[in-house]
């Protein structure tokens, strides 16, 4: 069974750094693409960053230039580092594995149960 462990979360000033870590079982990490959620209260779950396991990445524009999503493929883990933090980043932030497209019939879409991200300012 799938599962998808997030850590990292907490709480920090605005202009700090946080990085949050995936660690991820079950899924075929080579074909899947992984990546990070957030939804603050009130507001709908957005993309924050993805990334393939060739490394080719997308990012929303509200954190281009400030976080970073990266793959340890050997340990089947996706991190993202968060730098100069904003208190809009504020939100819950949850690691996703997909597998909707590729070749082949297996398909698959999980989520992780999320971690707390608190900027204040």
């Known amino acids: 069974q799938a599962q998808l462990v997030e850590s990292g979360g907490g709480l920090v000033q605005a202009g700090g750094s946080l990085r949050l870590s995936c660690a991820a079982s079950?899924?075929?990490?080579?074909?899947?693409?992984m990546g990070w959620y957030r939804q603050a209260p009130g507001k709908q779950r957005e993309l924050v960053a993805t990334i393939t396991s060739v490394g080719s990445t997308n990012y929303a524009d509200s954190v281009k230039g400030r976080f970073t999503i990266s793959l340890d493929n050997a340990k089947n883990t996706v991190y993202l580092q968060m730098n100069s933090l904003k208190p809009e980043d504020t939100a819950d932030y949850y690691c996703?594995?997909?597998?909707?497209?590729?070749?082949?019939?297996?398909?698959?879409?999980?989520w992780g149960q999320g971690t707390q991200v608190t900027v204040s300012s």
């Open positions: 079950g899924i075929i990490f080579s074909i899947s693409v």
């Open positions: 996703n594995a997909d597998r909707s497209k590729g070749p082949g019939p297996l398909r698959y879409n999980y």
